[in-house]
């Protein structure tokens, strides 16, 4: 690949200081170290790194998602695509901007929301409210509070939840009938719109959707919620490399079964299956739990840092969650819970931290 | 009442992680050629030997003190050799020509000892010829790591045969062929205390070698054993004094490497000058890694040609965690050099690096296919292996640090210039290690960070404390002038 790293060597004049492209320098650096890491050297103690960088970490979440994508393309389509497409596009133009006027590079985290924005988002929505519910919520919840690394709010979640917000209708009316058979959807770009929806708005109504189906994901939802057995395939994954900390999803996937669980036997809350313990479970796999427990909950930044603060976190998603569902008009609470333990994030470190540096302050 | 009698005691530690480097030195010790001319730097990590005591020309014996640093109890820089002195050959070295073994200083004068025996006693002269023969300069003070004052008294004593940064001398090599020398020259320690314990920290691990020591300690009710496991920076002495429950207001905790033990006993049993190192050359592009007996100022020029063939390295005085490279002008091995460890610097800019499988690549996460894998040693370079980008709160600092504290926590306090909220956080408690900056996945150099703000908090306390004296002493003045 050297004759690649020799394009790039005589294009840097032109996108450096006093060059004609200065101002898409961004462009190019994000370019440039996507395909060549840097040449950077350590100056001083210690002389070793770790092999680990940001693009490492977000190319495993992406990996992680993959079967969920892949899933999402079989179930709705050709429109899916589209939509990764769209939200690229979109969600990219926002940060380019941010990064030419800051004059900072272009980060990674934007690939990760690319990739989970859509699939948390109803198959069949206009592709331009895809993509302006990722510009608003890469704008208004990651660049304003100043980029990765300094966001309080999940951008994809915050775009969510302000389509679902200011159009509730076309958010509860694109549901998509799932594809079957061996090419599924793949070839069909115009799948039909499915009007009695997601398991659990179906539940609500009585109707019990199979337990197996939700496992294995031909069911109507957000595109890549669907399938309980692939979420948990990449969740398991992200675990394994440690991106994703074990805490905050036990505590979640935890504290929810622990308040369903007992909200059922109290006669509280509806039971979709025979035995409270296979209620549960139904209830664990219907709607975003799953996937906003492994992929969304778990992005560090938003998150508690402190390990102590990562299961007061997930408790408080958890059972926000439960009730949500259960004690409101919402059919689905898991974006309303994420938010709302990101509001809770920083609070809970500071208290964890309080406890932590009044105990460091009895050190020698 | 069992611990008393050499029994080990166990504490708890926390953090830490094993960087595995290729090129770990072997367990032998390699002779290096007398050399013709010595070049002695004349600073090195904790002394500055300002004060010359010898004249151009002048011809000197193994064992005359060249230099001493004021600063630090007048610690002497020591002829290894006898030799004529250069003093402008080159700048900040004192530099010795014609070096020859013969004639080395025997004894400190007997004149010189009976004066030094009416002025402070037969403790004192102990304590003397530690501090004249060369032996005191391997003592550190745990919390600051300065020199101890050799006429103070201890709270207790932290010996330890370990060494595990990469790549150091390892503590079994110097122990193999003079394990009588250590444990002479642990009791000779012990004569300079009262009831002081003497701490020994010792590997964990099962090997003969190990029970031999052992055995040789459990005979010593005052030395109390002391099992670390092997994962870096366990064998910090700041990090042993704090898990051995060791406070920094109880007065100053002296602590000794194992080389610094054998210097106690050369210089306690045969009067001799310490002159004698033994140096380990490790890491990648390093011929055959092993340890080499050297005295203080042997040209690196000649171990280079001799062991490094690989030309763009960076040759780093101590391990890769908190080494110095050293720099052209340096020409000769410091009194304190432990090591030199030889590392490539980044050549090759890699494609796509961030999306290979990663099976001969070691990290601290698990994102590399070599977690599968047994740990390997690897070779590293000097790359940074990433881009700078803010930190993402991923919490490895943490979990790595071994003193316990929150670098990114305090990463952000200085982004906010919250020095006060830094100090509040126990910055002052890092131990330096380099771990957080090695684990960080934004490549934040923390570690530097945390140093500085050490350093300035210090700057700041000690500024004060300079303008309270000069406030008293305006007082004072301003009173008197009243009366």
Known sequence: ?364 | MNHFFGEAKKVKFRGGYNILLKGRPDDTVKVMPEPKVLYLPLRSERFKFSEILVKEAERVNGGDALAKDPDNYDVPLLAPRSGTVRLKAAANHIVLENVARLDERADIAEEEMSHIAREMGAGGIKRYKLLSLGAWQFFYDAFTRALPDPLGTPQAVIVSTLSLEPFVTRGDVLLQKRLLNFTRGLEHLQSLLEYQPIYLAMPDIDSEFANLIRSHIRGYAWAKMLEVPLIYPYDNFEILARRLGLRRDKGPIWCVRTEGVLAVDRALTLTKPCTVKIVSVGGIGVHSPTHLKVVPGYPIEKIIEEYVFEPAARVIDGGILTGRAFTAETLGIGVECRGITVLPELKEREFLGFIRPGWDRSSYSDCFLSSLRKRFAERYTTGVRGELRPCIACNFCEEVCPAGIMPYLIHKYLYADLIEEAEQARVDLCVECGLCSYVCPSKINLGKQLIETKALIEKEKQEIRQEQLRQEEARKQSEEKTE
Not at chain 1, 2 to 10: E, F, N, P, S
Not at chain 1, 154 to 166: D, H, T
Not at chain 1, 170 to 199: E, K, Y
Not at chain 1, 340 to 355: K, Q, S
């Open chain 1, 1 to 364: 690949m050297k004759w690649l790293l020799k394009v790039i060597d005589a294009a840097r004049p032109t996108f450096e200081e006093g060059g004609k492209l200065r101002i898409l320098n961004p462009v190019f650096g994000a370019l440039e170290h996507f395909f060549f890491a840097p040449s950077t050297r350590t100056i001083g103690a210690p002389h070793v790194r770790d092999p680990l960088d940001l693009k490492r970490v977000m190319s495993m979440v992406i990996i992680s998602v993959v079967p969920c994508v892949l899933a999402a393309f079989y179930l709705f389509g050709l429109r899916f695509l589209a939509m990764i497409i769209v939200t690229y596009a979109a969600g990219l133009t926002v940060e380019a901007i941010f990064a030419i006027v800051r004059k900072e590079g272009i980060n990674e985290g934007f690939f990760v929301t690319g990739f989970l924005f859509p699939l948390i988002l109803p198959p069949n929505l206009p592709l331009w409210m895809v993509a302006l519910g990722v510009a608003f919520g890469v704008f208004i919840a990651k660049e304003l509070f100043g980029g990765t690394g300094r966001n309080i709010f999940n951008p994809a979640l915050v775009g969510r939840c302000f389509l679902s917000l200011g159009f509730p209708k076309v958010m509860s009316a694109s549901w998509a009938q799932p594809g079957h058979g061996l090419v599924g959807n793949m070839l069909t770009w115009n799948v039909d719109t499915l009007t009695s929806a997601t398991p659990l708005a179906a539940a609500k109504q009585g109707e019990i959707t199979s337990f197996v189906h939700m496992f294995l994901g031909n069911i109507s939802g957000s595109a890549g919620e669907t399938s309980a057995f692939l979420i948990i395939l990449g969740g398991v994954f992200l675990l394994f490399t440690r991106v994703a900390n074990w805490r905050s999803v036990a505590s979640i996937l935890g504290s929810f079964a622990i308040l369903a669980g007992v909200l059922m036997a109290r006669g509280e809350m509806s039971e979709p299956m025979p035995t409270i313990f296979g209620s549960v479970l139904w209830h664990v796999f219907a709607g975003g739990l799953l996937f906003g427990a492994f992929f969304m909950a778990t992005d560090p930044v938003t998150g508690p840092t402190t390990n102590a603060g990562k299961w007061f976190y997930g408790i408080i998603i958890g059972s926000t969650t439960v009730l949500i569902r259960n004690f409101t008009g919402y059919v689905e609470g898991v974006t309303f819970a994420i938010l709302l333990g990101n509001i809770v994030a920083p609070i809970l470190d500071e208290i964890v931290i309080g406890v932590r540096i009044r105990r460091l302050r009895r050190e020698g």
